[in-house]
């Protein structure tokens, strides 16, 4: 096996594990805990998260079948960080909180260190994006 084979499989792997924890925090209907659910309430954009979350499940969902039936590894390097960067921004739209919320200054905490991840991605994959 070559490099970019193993590094399809770690991303298929990974990809199905995000894709199953986003499923069961943003979409599923069940109650985790009531802090999670005071925090999903309290959300400054709403139900964004939500619809973020089915279109970052669906790509996941159209990446890793573009993997698998073309044995096309390229696309994680061109696609991957592209996915992994949008999965980011989704997660900064369901950490940041209404003002009048208790975990305000902790959404934001979140949300910054996120943003500084996101330079970091967008740095570190700037031949492949630009």
């Given amino acids: ?7 399809s499989s770690a991303f298929i792997v990974i990809a199905i594990i995000s894709g199953i924890a986003i499923y069961k925090l943003e979409i599923s209907k069940t109650a985790i805990d009531e802090e999670y659910e005071y925090i999903k309430k309290h959300r400054a954009f709403g139900v964004l998260t939500k619809y973020l979350s089915i279109i970052s499940l669906i790509s996941l969902v159209l990446l890793i079948l573009k993997i698998i039936v073309n044995r096309d590894y390229t696309v994680i390097v061109n696609y991957g960080s592209v996915w992994t960067i949008f999965t980011l921004v989704t997660l900064c739209t369901g950490c940041f ?3 009048n919320s208790i975990y305000y200054s902790r959404g934001l905490i979140a949300v910054f260190s996120m943003l500084i991840f996101i330079a970091v991605c967008i740095y570190a994959f700037r031949k492949v994006l630009f």
């Fill in 1 to 7: 096996m070559n490099k970019l084979s193993i590094l």
């Fill in 97 to 99: 909180q209404k003002r």
